[in-house]
């Protein structure tokens, strides 16, 4: 078991081509990408051109719920003794849980200075994951359905999955229009590689009080699409087909959506400013492999009864059955509850919008104190987190970032950054949660452990240093400093 939550781990910690980007980094101003979360900040450079794999990789991962050591319990020599699923079940939030994975990769980005103007292009690998699901579902599994008696008192389990991995062209602009006032705007091409969206996924599970019968009343909506062929045949199992990769690599663009960054800064002063952003404010329409799945209730058979499956228990035939043809007596179990799959031309769905809004305040040149709200919409639900962070700049070389977030269920994200600029070479690292690298046992377990981890990090090549303009002045005017 502990392997096996280890492996989850990794594949949610390492393979995540996902899509937020730091909050980290939004504040260290000689680091070309942290423009991303803020289209009209002052670049201080003529130019820069990024390289695949090695400019900006952003992995994150949101973990509410699910702690290692909630979970698993441990000996002296570290091998685990004891699941301890009540002890989770304690020190989970009465909403329930969270598990929400993101990555931005960059193939390709450059940007430069035409006064004015700054002009930005970028191409990224992106993919944005949220899976929501209730406190019952884990009461259920640690204490048993008896836990749930009587008509008032049901196990309630929900799930939100919410999944997307796309590819992003954007073309940036950013500009000064008064010596107060500087703007920014970023569309962008998307096209979509796989989606999954649940608009409902609920099941309520009843026990009776005096017979201990179970009756079971459930709803499924969800929505797929994917430029893998997806199998749902009799004789193969559910899944996303790899063979004809062919066909996927001429899918690859048939997802088409757009969307758009844009934002506004405002300096009040040659001390204080306030800035103002909206990020992915788009949509992609899924045309390829695209299935609508509903769940639906045979009221005819006889272990229903108003609206919900009703189980009394197993005989003797079942539990023969279940012994000699256990795939069989799935197949008739799984028949209970039948799922009506159908084929649509197309969907459309919204990104995860993000909204941030800045206010800060400059101590003398190369100190600058912030403070950050932002919120992301994901469905329904509206995801805050408020950060305040230091940032200061040594000769113009050396950057450094130290903040402080909360967020939803998550209080202890101290966050890091540090960046190098020697001459055109811009090395930099950048963690929202430096206490998810500290567990000297593993980093695997640590990770688990907090609420938030993120990392962020690359080497920018970029050129021309220059700084903000006084008030009198513009940029790209001669009243460079």
Same mark, same amino acid.
């Given at each position: ?11 949610l910690?390492?393979?995540?081509? &996902? ?12 680091n070309p990408?942290? %423009?991303?979360? =803020? ?8 130019? #820069? +051109?990024?390289?695949?794999a ?6 994150? /991962? ?24 009540? *002890? ?5 939030p ?8 993101? /990555? ?11 006064k004015? +103007? ?15 699901? @209730? *406190? ?11 836990? #749930? ?12 999955l %919410? ?5 992003? &062209?954007? /073309? ?13 705007v ?9 989606n999954?969206?649940?608009r ?5 599970? #009843? ?5 201990? =019968? ?5 709803d ?15 004789? @193969? ?37 306030? =800035? ?6 788009? &949509?992609i ?34 539990i ?5 043809n ?10 209970y ?32 104190f ?10 329904k ?10 940032n200061?700049?040594? /000769? ?5 970032c ?5 967020? *939803? ?8 950054g ?14 929202d ?10 980093i ?33 005017? *001669?009243?460079?400093?």
């Open positions: 078991m502990k392997k096996i939550f280890l492996f989850i781990s990794i594949v910690v390492g393979f995540k081509v &996902f899509a937020q980007d730091g909050t980290t980094l939004h504040f260290m101003r000689l990408y942290s %423009n991303y979360s =803020s289209p009209s900040s002052f670049l201080p450079y003529n130019g #820069y +051109v990024g390289f695949p090695i400019s900006n990789i952003n992995t994150s /991962l949101a973990n509410t719920g699910l702690h290692y050591d909630n979970v698993f319990q441990e000996n002296a020599m570290g091998k685990v003794t004891t699941i301890t699923l009540d *002890k989770m079940l304690e020190k989970m009465k909403r329930g849980g969270m598990l929400n994975t993101n /990555l931005s990769m960059n193939v390709i980005d450059f940007g430069f200075r035409t004015p +103007v700054f002009f930005s292009f970028s191409y990224r690998i992106r993919m944005d994951e949220y899976l929501f699901f @209730s *406190k019952d579902v884990i009461g259920l599994v640690a204490q048993g359905n008896m836990a #749930y008696v009587g008509a008032d008192h049901p196990a309630k389990l929900d799930f939100s %919410n999944a997307t991995v796309y590819q992003e &062209f954007a /073309l940036g602009m950013q500009v000064a229009i008064t010596p107060h006032v500087y703007i920014g970023r569309p962008k091409i998307l096209f979509g590689a796989l999954i969206n649940t409902n996924a609920t099941a309520t599970l #009843y026990t009776n009080q005096e017979d201990y =019968s179970l009756r079971l009343q459930y499924l909506d969800a929505y797929m699409s994917s430029i893998f062929p997806i199998q749902w045949g009799e004789n @193969s199992e559910p899944g996303i087909a790899t063979d004809d990769m062919m066909n996927v690599v001429k899918s690859a663009f048939k997802n088409v959506g757009a969307a758009i960054d844009f934002g506004a800064t405002f300096r009040l002063g040659e001390r204080w400013g306030v =800035s103002a952003s909206v990020l992915d404010l788009g &949509f329409n899924w045309k390829t492999n695209s299935s609508h799945f509903v769940g639906t209730i045979d009221s005819t058979c006889i272990h229903y009864n108003d609206g919900g499956f009703v189980f009394n228990g197993l005989s003797n035939e079942d023969q059955q279940i012994q000699n256990p795939s069989e007596f799935r197949d008739e179990i799984l028949s509850f039948p799922m009506q799959n159908s084929e649509l031309k197309q969907y459309t769905r919204m990104l995860h919008t993000r909204f941030l809004v800045e206010g800060y305040c400059n101590v003398g040149k190369y100190h600058r912030s403070a950050l709200f932002q919120g992301r919409l994901v469905g639900q509206f995801l805050p987190s408020f950060t305040v962070a230091w200061g700049n040594f /000769l113009r070389i050396f950057d450094l130290v903040n402080y977030t909360i967020a *939803k269920d998550s209080y202890a994200n101290l966050g890091l540090v960046g190098f600029n020697l001459g055109v070479f811009h090395i930099y690292a950048a963690t949660n430096l206490l998810g690298f500290c567990n000297a046992k593993s695997q377990r640590s990770l688990l452990n907090v609420n938030n981890a993120n990392v962020q990090l690359g080497i920018v090549f970029d050129w021309g240093k220059i700084q903000e303009k006084k008030l009198n002045g513009v940029w790209g005017t *001669k009243n460079e400093e």
